[in-house]
């Protein structure tokens, strides 16, 4: 996969990009990343990147023309071809829809991904509208800019490329993650997919710290009850800290069970 950011602090993702997962994916080769300094497509005295949005208004807004210039040399398909092509160019925008797992997984099965953070009080509205084929948000809250959002989608999205994670398995039982009915479900595999839930509490050595034992379940060797404790506790992770997620989930009869023992014990 091909990843390209453009923004006006380019030396921003010299941190994100060269660390961990990340960094084992460009070395391997299965991402290529490479960042592009906005300021250098501004061919005014001072690469001025902004300027007042007409109707007047708070802040500054960042320009067109070197948004679209940039874009232009990254060999980048018309928006209306962009699907066929396996290409996104993506604003990063408080505007934008909320970025969630399913979109990450859309987006790391694409050959090509422009991101652009955006800056300022905003973009001009042409570069979503005539340029960008999607406008993400990583959350319900304001940030100085897109940088940090490009990060946290870049990290998200190659973690997902096959090969990048050294058990890819792993990738399919995160918290988020909900399994389709066409992916098989190993009733041995005590780790289970997460099915949309948050996930299961974790421990290990030692069984005993400061008088803080491990679950005994998880020391019976039982994978069943391994695998029922689990999504139990899942369940019960998920009502406390994000019960919006546990409508969407994918929850089998076994589930349904956990979650009215859970309710029955909190009422």
Partial sequence: MKIDIVTIFPDFFRG???YGI?????????????????RAFAHDKHHTVDDRPFGGGEG??????PIFECIETLNVVPRNQRLDAKQSVILLSAQGKRFDQAEANEISAL???ILICGRYE????????????????IGDYVLSGGELGAAVIVDTVTRLI?????????TRQESFT????SQPHNRADSTCSSGGLLDYPHYTRPAEF?????????????????????????LKKTLRNRPDLVDQAALNEEDKKLLAQITGNET
């Fill in 16 to 18: 994100p990009l060269d």
């Fill in 122 to 137: 905003g973009v001009d509205e042409r570069v979503g509208e005539y340029l960008a084929d999607r406008e993400l948000s």
């Fill in 60 to 65: 500054m807004v960042l320009k067109p023309e």
């Fill in 178 to 181: 909900v399994r389709t009915e």
């Fill in 210 to 234: 400061r008088g803080m034992t491990v679950p005994d379940a998880l020391l019976s060797g039982n994978h069943d009850e391994i695998r029922r404790w689990r999504r139990h506790t899942a």
């Fill in 111 to 113: 050959d090509h991904v």
């Fill in 22 to 38: 990340v960094r084992r994916a460009r070395e391997a080769g299965l991402a290529e990343i490479a960042v592009h300094d906005l």
């Fill in 162 to 170: 096959p090969g990048a994670v050294g058990n890819e398995a792993s």
